[in-house]
């Protein structure tokens, strides 16, 4: 082999190490792995599942003996891959969500000569649930995406990967400000659209709603998805104003119901 | 006799070693991977539109942290909004420059470097398909993707008319090498954080899958009598993952791995709304390509194609 030969193969050597301690994850709570209620309604789940448990727990655990192993070489391999952009995290759909998820921002507008009132939006997801999903879906995808790392990022900052009493009384200030984009970009949509000259925003909400997805082999019944499709069809109609009586705030984490959709407030700022 | 069989040996897995890195084969798909890859760029940068929406400070963007960093620098500045908008009209100039073939190494390396920045930039809208294609572009940066099916190719037959009888110089198989070994790493990667998941392992993570309502495509959810398809379709994804790596290693197994992967991913764009995934990934599968069966692809393009020498039966 030639110097150059020689040269190249240590790097690549380097790098395909680097890559590949990077794909490996640290252990996280979270994140266990533990042997699962065996499915006893679907047969191949019934026969595959008992399969898969055991070999899940043994790779988890080799994985963890690595992590290990290689803990002393892991600074230089996250500098190298921060600096490369070359991080190897691909859980896609690893988890996915049980639920169908929703966000919607609300507005307290406050006028020298009026009421405050409020209004609220449906901004997640950003195409229609009743429609097929095809050309400008490619666009708006980005703009789900946008929402999906917003909250993941916001949940970890505020929880620190564990489920913790929330304190209603909670600040803005005490919050992680990775829900602060989605505020402020659509909080200027609306001032921009929707405002006369003398009104402004007094306070935004970014809300968090979920609703059931049946498990596999049920479905939800006629009554349950009318009167999801009613919500949804009232905010695809445009942003719901409520100007007929004064504006009540929810108390931070608080919940409220609409048809089988939980929205809980997640995210505020008082202007 | 024991010292020279030894001696013997460790020869043999230099040379095999060098083969497997150093083989010399030909431009073409390192020149398909850069029009690929630079189609999907610029098909990514329309998705990120409008271009207040992610690239200027007021719209979908993190808020940006006091640190030392060039961003936190750019902003005290006043220089944030303008960044971002330089950072889109570089992208796209490199993405398009990648796509035509001009000035292909350095448009690799401007969609390289633009792609690492935008991650910096703004993280919220970027799903795997762009951690993918700056992975891929990181292996592209160290070939020469222009010296076939590209205007730098076409421009030097104009000005030495004598090239266009020249056979394409040929390259070291290494940085397509390395672009195998990262997607196998990615399948790997995915199949094992799939095993992890206990809906994966309990059969139902393809139903909760294809019922999100962000990302499913059709309005109507898969009915209770077909719920076999997706538990099915729920194992033969995990056990496709993670074999993918070891599939590739054997030309008979890489096909089956391949042709699997492509029904996947086909699937999923019928499916599932998830912006150029599915067509990246299913774009590198060109590094999984014989290199001289790709030379002989497009053979309008009046590139002269390589006789193989011996075509590498493994990845």
């Known amino acids: 082999m030639s110097k150059s030969q020689i040269v190249i193969s240590l790097l690549l050597t380097a790098h395909l190490a680097a890559i590949t301690l990077a794909a490996i994850p640290a252990p996280d709570p979270a994140f266990k792995v533990e042997p699962i209620q065996h499915p006893t309604s679907n047969d191949i789940a019934a026969t595959m599942t008992p399969l898969v448990d055991p070999l899940a727990i043994r790779i988890k655990s080799v994985e963890q003996v690595l992590w290990k192993l290689t803990l002393p070489i892991r600074p230089l391999v996250a500098s190298y891959t921060n600096i490369t952009g070359l991080q190897q995290y691909w859980a896609m759909f690893s988890r996915p969500p049980s639920s169908e998820q929703y966000f919607r921002v609300r507005y307290y507008v406050a006028s020298p000569s009026r009421r405050t009132w409020t209004a609220t939006e449906l901004v997640h997801p950003t195409h229609r649930h009743d429609r097929v999903r095809l050309l400008r879906s490619f666009r708006d995808s980005y703009e789900d995406k946008a929402f999906d790392i917003a909250f993941s990022s916001f949940v970890t900052a505020r929880d620190h990967g564990k489920p913790r009493e929330i304190d209603p009384a909670t600040r803005p200030e005490q919050l992680p400000d990775d829900l602060a984009p989605i505020a402020r970009y659509y909080g200027r949509r609306f001032r921009e659209t929707q405002l006369l000259s003398d009104e402004r925003i007094i306070r935004t909400e970014v809300w968090h709603g979920t609703a059931p997805i049946p498990p596999p082999g049920e479905q939800l019944s006629p009554v349950a998805l009318d009167a999801r499709d009613t919500v949804l069809q009232r905010y695809y109609a445009g942003p719901i104003e409520d100007r007929a009586r004064d504006a009540t705030k929810t108390p931070y984490h608080g919940a409220v119901q609409e048809a089988d959709i939980t929205w809980v407030l997640e995210y505020y700022e008082e202007q | ?315």
Request: proline residues 6%.
């Open chain 2, 1 to 315: 006799m024991k010292g020279s069989v030894h001696q013997f040996d460790v020869s043999a897995l230099i040379e095999r070693w060098r083969r497997f890195w150093f083989e010399e084969i030909p431009p073409h798909p390192f020149a398909l991977l850069r029009i690929l890859m630079g189609t999907l760029g610029l098909l990514g940068l329309l998705g990120l539109t409008p271009i207040s929406m992610f690239w200027t400070l007021d719209g979908l963007t993190p808020i940006a942290g006091g640190g030392l960093g060039l961003k936190s620098t750019l902003i005290r500045y006043g220089l944030g909004s303008l960044t971002g908008e330089l950072l889109f009209a570089t992208l796209f100039a490199g993405f398009a420059a990648m796509t035509v073939g001009y000035k292909s190494g350095l448009a690799v390396a401007i969609g390289f470097m633009g792609s690492v920045f935008q991650i910096r930039w703004n993280r919220l809208p970027l799903s795997s398909a762009h951690q993918v294609l700056t992975s891929v572009l990181f292996c592209l940066v160290w070939a020469d993707t222009g010296a076939v099916w590209s205007l730098d190719r076409w421009l030097e037959r104009r000005r030495r008319p004598a090239a266009a009888d020249e056979p394409p110089p040929t390259q070291p198989i290494w940085p397509l090498q390395m672009i195998r070994y990262q997607i196998a790493l990615i399948y790997l990667n995915s199949g094992l954080w799939k095993l992890f998941g206990p809906m994966w392992r309990e059969g139902s993570a393809l139903h909760y899958a294809l019922n999100l309502n962000a990302f499913r495509r059709f309005a109507h959810v898969l009915p209770p009598q077909l719920e076999w398809a997706a538990t099915l379709g729920t194992y033969v994804t995990l056990f496709w993952e993670i074999g993918f790596a070891f599939m590739v290693l054997h030309p008979k197994t890489r096909r089956v791995a391949l042709v699997l992967g492509v029904l996947f991913h086909l699937g999923l764009f019928l499916t599932l709304e998830l912006g150029p995934f599915s067509w990246v990934m299913i774009a590198s599968y060109v590094a999984f390509v014989d290199p001289y069966r790709v030379s002989r692809w497009f053979s309008w393009a009046r590139e002269k194609p390589i006789a193989a020498t011996a075509a590498p039966e493994s990845v």
